[in-house]
């Protein structure tokens, strides 16, 4: 299983670039990071869960990780306007999350030191995040024409089920 | 020019950063709300009611970048506030804010912008 399953994604990411790749990389030690336990170190493939992340190859998250290394880069003032480069904490963040999130977003830097990820449907309806180093994150839904505002749990697990909940999932 | 602002002057705004020209461009072809938030105040440039190519080429003197277009009656629609504000650098120098006491734009008076910018050009 493990050896099938290694073959399987390294055929994929053969089809991407370098930094594609080290993206890829990211998300398969990211999960065998999770999944990890005294019992399965040697047997990471072995885990069907593992396995499906590794094999089921997002190239949204994939996307998205290589736009945080470009935000990652942005000097100081790169907006014009003053703005601070990203700190290394929050660019964790949210590579964290990224790398957790079931639905990948859109994101985008903003001047106020956070990174805003956003969902639209075509219905109009909208959901935005800012992503920053406070434990809770600023929100702002668009449903059914209805404007909701608030803060939410910094936690994957909190932004993932407010995701699923937009998604009516 | 002074603190009035005609419904139909134009306000333009330099999308940085200029190396990854796309940054803030939805996958819908949109521009991102992100765009619009600055804590230190959304700086635009005032039409006056030139033609976009000269605006364009005044500004080609100080910005690189996007350059993306919202018009005074959709910062009022909002009650977002253009202020005249002009620097050394440039007399048609203005701000957007949220509200007479507050610089900052709420996430729906950002987004309602951002999907009422119209892209001018490229420097």
Not at chain 1, 6 to 24: G, R
Not at chain 1, 56 to 84: C, F
Not at chain 1, 88 to 113: G, H, M, Y
Not at chain 2, 88 to 105: D, K, Y
């Amino acid at each position: 299983m493990q050896s099938l399953a290694l073959q399987t994604f390294a055929k994929q990411v053969e089809l991407f670039s370098y930094v594609e790749q080290l993206s890829a990389m990211e998300i398969i030690l990211s999960a065998m990071k999770k999944h990890q336990t005294k019992e399965n170190t040697t047997d990471f493939f072995s885990n069907k869960a593992d396995y499906e992340v590794a094999s089921t190859y997002d190239k949204n998250k994939i996307k998205n990780l290589e736009k945080i290394e470009k935000i990652k880069i942005l000097p100081k003032n790169w907006n014009g306007n003053g703005a601070e480069n990203f700190s290394k904490n929050l660019i964790s963040i949210i590579r964290n999350l990224v790398l957790d999130l079931k639905i990948q977003p859109e994101l985008f830097p903003t001047a106020d030191d956070s990174i805003q990820i956003e969902y639209e449907k075509e219905n109009g309806d909208y959901l935005e995040i800012l992503v920053s180093e406070n434990n809770k994150f600023d929100f702002f839904q668009i449903k059914n024409k209805i404007e909701t505002t608030g803060k939410i749990d910094s936690s994957s697990e909190k932004i993932n089920e407010m995701i699923g909940e937009f998604y009516g999932q | 020019m002074d603190n009035n602002f005609p419904l139909e002057e134009k306000l333009y705004r330099a999308v940085f950063p200029p190396e990854i020209r796309e940054m803030f461009w939805k996958e819908n072809g949109k521009v991102s709300s992100a765009a619009f938030l600055d804590k230190k105040g959304l700086s635009v440039e005032r039409g006056n009611f030139r033609q976009d190519s000269d605006v364009l080429e005044k500004m080609k003197s100080f910005f690189i970048g996007k350059v993306i277009s919202v018009t005074v009656k959709n910062c009022f629609d909002i009650k977002a506030i253009p202020k005249y504000l002009p620097s050394e650098r440039s007399v048609f120098h203005s701000e957007i804010h949220g509200s007479e006491t507050v610089v900052i734009l709420s996430p729906s008076q950002r987004k309602v912008l951002a999907e009422n910018s119209e892209t001018v050009g490229d420097l």
